[in-house]
């Protein structure tokens, strides 16, 4: 198999109502233009250890249906962002984590892991772009139906997330302090959980 490709996520997400309204993300520095809504229809399926072990090495392994990255991934949270990997969907079967997934998580836990929660999520994406057309960020706005396979406890929630693009300002704190204040602006906030998997995990 094929090494997995790489990216680094910089990220922030915000809790908002159902009948938030999304605000006028042209205010953000550098952004000239919204492009038009995409919608994806995603279905993930975590993963993990019977004692958590990738879950206090605030890593996750995943299996997700729908959307432009559809496949398996390793998230590893850092300092400077999220870290992922990226396997294409028939890398293994949909109910055991791939040998090379496996491998790629050796450092943090060893099989056998087993079902940890499903997220299903109906997304809304948006394109921040700049005067030049360049992507400065992508916002989506997530509709979340979550269940924790362990406990049977099901949630749903509403959330946004705006994500670092290629041409995304030098600044980036100074671009999220003017996201948070946009939000605020609507209504909503920064999300009291980093993760859609902390939350439907009641973290």
Request: aromatic letters at 6%; glycine letters at 8%.
């Amino acid at each position: 198999m094929s090494d997995p490709s790489h990216s680094l996520e910089v990220e922030r997400k915000y809790d908002v109502d159902d009948a938030t309204p999304l605000p006028d993300w042209t205010a953000l520095p550098g952004v000239a233009s919204v492009g038009e809504p995409e919608v994806r229809e995603l279905d993930a399926r975590y993963f993990d250890t019977d004692d958590l072990a990738l879950g206090r090495a605030h890593v996750a392994v995943r299996r997700r249906e729908g959307g432009p990255d559809a496949g398996w991934h390793v998230k590893a949270s850092a300092t400077e962002g999220r870290h992922e990997w990226h396997w294409p969907l028939d890398a293994g079967e949909a109910d055991a984590v791939p040998d090379a997934v496996a491998q790629a998580v050796a450092e943090w836990a060893r099989p056998p892991f087993s079902p940890l929660a499903r997220i299903r999520n109906t997304r809304t994406a948006y394109a921040l772009r700049d005067a030049e057309g360049r992507a400065v960020a992508e916002v989506v706005d997530d509709h979340v139906r979550a269940r924790a396979e362990r406990t049977g406890v099901e949630q749903a929630w509403r959330e946004w997330e705006v994500e670092l693009a290629e041409a995304a300002p030098a600044d980036a704190e100074a671009f999220f302090r003017a996201a948070d204040a946009l939000v605020a602006t609507a209504g909503g906030g920064v999300a009291a959980s980093d993760s859609k998997l902390g939350r439907a995990l009641g973290l």
